[in-house]
């Protein structure tokens, strides 16, 4: 086939114009990627935000509650597991801290602030 003919054959099936179209169909794909993907940013950072106010707001009710549990621990298995227990209330702890360090008050701060006591 001479170049000719295939310039003949390009033009009869339109490929330069079918080319433009798909450029422009892939470069809407990708603004709406991007749209989709900052969007996506902004809910991640949003609930973020909201579980480190929620947490903030009720953490004496969260205390409440792993006090509770650790009671049933304590008189189910009293002394058998109470290192463990001191533990992993330790690590739910700091937890809890770094989830409320995520409210927009306390960003850029570098540890939570002291939940309220509930003595």
Known sequence: MKLDDIKAKADKYDLK???EK???SAKKAEASAKKAAKA???ATVTATERAGEMTHKHRDQIEAQLDKA????QRHLPDKHAGKVDTV???IDRGLDKVAAQRPEAKGTTTAE???TTD
């Open 17 to 19: 114009g079918k080319a």
């Open 22 to 24: 798909a450029e422009a």
């Open 40 to 42: 996506a940013k902004e």
């Open 70 to 73: 650790e009671s049933v621990v």
């Open 89 to 91: 209330k330790g690590w």
């Open 114 to 116: 002291e939940p309220p």
